[in-house]
């Protein structure tokens, strides 16, 4: 048991002045109890508390820490862009060389429009769907996350599953009414919706790789059924690759699916850790964006210097090194290691994973959609957590969310991983026997 006295304080701290302790939802613990510990610092593949405790990191600030914490090419691009100045409100040769290695890697994307966080991102990607078609409903898919967007937030999944919450207060039912929910890894389900509602719908948005209701790929069928049918009907296909993007394949899902959507939605590794999002795709369809057309977007920081600086830097390693092969390698180790840990233990669990970009559901069934994932035994996953977080390994702290690995982490970082589990999985094991 690790103490942590100090997170403690800090978080009734906080609680005094921050709703509920924490400016994101999940921070809170929420779905595992007890206290966050508060971080410190972060350096590779380690976290530290401000108790001194060092953790074995995979949230990597859920997803953008792909080259590990600190690196050291990152942090001197911030730190150069930093002593030039840190916003301008005006345009930047930094801001076009991101959009030009974007555009050079995701398969989708002409043209590209840097803003602040992957919320944003898909806000204005779906207004750009429906100025384009000049049509107002959307369809989403049950357990897929795209951000606090008013109208997506209908049985969204993240946050939002994790607070028990499928649909948030405050959001108009004028809003959410044009918003369309089907089952994820449902083609006939798809097939049906546009059936019903021939040229009414303007865009389809998808996780080409779910997030949020843990690790949940997409079958290629799924997927090719949504590209077919938007074709055929007209309507926009938007890929969410907000987590998935650089992350699962340099071109992200749709590299690896060999699926080319209309548009893609960007965030977290663009940014090399700092906030950024950005929504890019077909020329025809971008340039109807104000300036070049009529729909509406703007954004003071959008592609401030910093995080242009902190992705360019990120996005130019990952293309030199192509840490892809090694970042299987330990995923795999990872995820087969921990699979079977549970197995010895007795303990029933399913794996999904892509990449480097896994979740180990409890559960006895495969997961391949909401209705699934929701069936996991979330008591015996927070049992897990703690285990865990006791024994150095810092974890998400929601069954319904993903872990990452990133290119900092070692071989011996995996094995003690794994060795961890082994004795979490028994001491879990051992409760429920008594």
């Not at 607070?163 to 089907?182: H, N, W």
Request: charged content about 20%; proline content about 6%.
């Amino acid at each position: 048991m690790r103490d942590r006295p100090q997170s403690f304080a800090a978080f009734e701290r906080a609680k005094k002045r921050i709703p509920g302790g924490v400016n994101s939802p999940a921070r809170a613990f929420g779905a595992v109890g007890g206290t966050p510990p508060f971080i410190a610092r972060g350096e590779g593949a380690y976290l530290w508390d401000i108790d001194g405790n060092r953790y074995i990191d995979y949230v990597g600030s859920w997803g953008p820490m792909i080259l590990g914490h600190g690196h050291p090419r990152v942090t001197a691009a911030i730190r150069q862009a930093l002593e030039r100045g840190t916003s301008f409100g005006a345009p930047t040769e930094a801001e076009t060389r991101l959009a030009e290695l974007i555009a050079a890697t995701v398969p989708s994307v002409e043209k590209v429009r840097l803003v602040n966080s992957g919320t944003e991102a898909v806000m204005s990607a779906l207004r750009l769907a429906r100025g384009f078609t000049k049509r107002d409903k959307i369809v989403k898919f049950a357990g897929c996350y795209h951000g606090h967007v008013d109208n997506l937030l209908v049985a969204a999944g993240s946050s939002a599953a994790t607070l028990g919450v499928p649909t948030s207060p405050g959001v108009p039912l004028s809003v959410a009414k044009d918003t369309i929910v089907l089952r994820y890894n449902d083609p006939q389900g798809v097939r049906d919706a546009f059936a019903r509602l021939p040229g009414q719908i303007s865009a389809v948005i998808v996780e080409p790789v779910a997030g949020n209701m843990g690790c949940v790929p997409a079958s290629r069928d799924f997927l090719q059924t949504l590209r077919d049918v938007t074709s055929q009907d007209g309507a926009v296909l938007i890929f969410d690759e907000v987590m998935s993007g650089f992350r699962v394949a340099l071109g992200g899902a749709q590299e690896l699916y060999r699926i080319v959507p209309d548009l893609t939605t960007l965030g977290k590794i663009i940014g090399g850790g700092l906030p950024v999002g950005a929504y890019g795709g077909r020329a025809e369809i971008m340039d109807h964006i104000l300036p070049a057309g009529k729909v509406f977007q703007a954004g003071t920081l959008s592609g401030n210097p910093l995080a242009t600086a902190a992705g360019i830097a990120t996005l130019e390693i990952l293309r030199e090194t192509n840490p892809y092969p090694q970042l299987e390698r330990l995923s795999a180790r990872l995820i087969d290691g921990l699979q079977q840990g549970a197995c010895d233990a007795g303990i029933p669990v399913h794996v999904g994973r892509v990449g480097a970009m896994a979740t180990l559901f409890f559960s006895k069934k495969p997961v391949v959609d909401w209705e699934t994932a929701a069936a996991c035994d979330t008591t015996a996953f927070a049992q897990f957590f703690h285990a865990m977080l006791d024994r150095g390994v810092y974890l998400p702290c929601s069954q319904f969310e993903a872990l990452f690995p990133s290119v900092a982490h070692t071989d011996e970082d995996i094995e003690a991983t794994i060795s961890a589990a082994r004795d979490g999985f028994a001491e879990l094991s051992a409760a429920h026997r008594g």
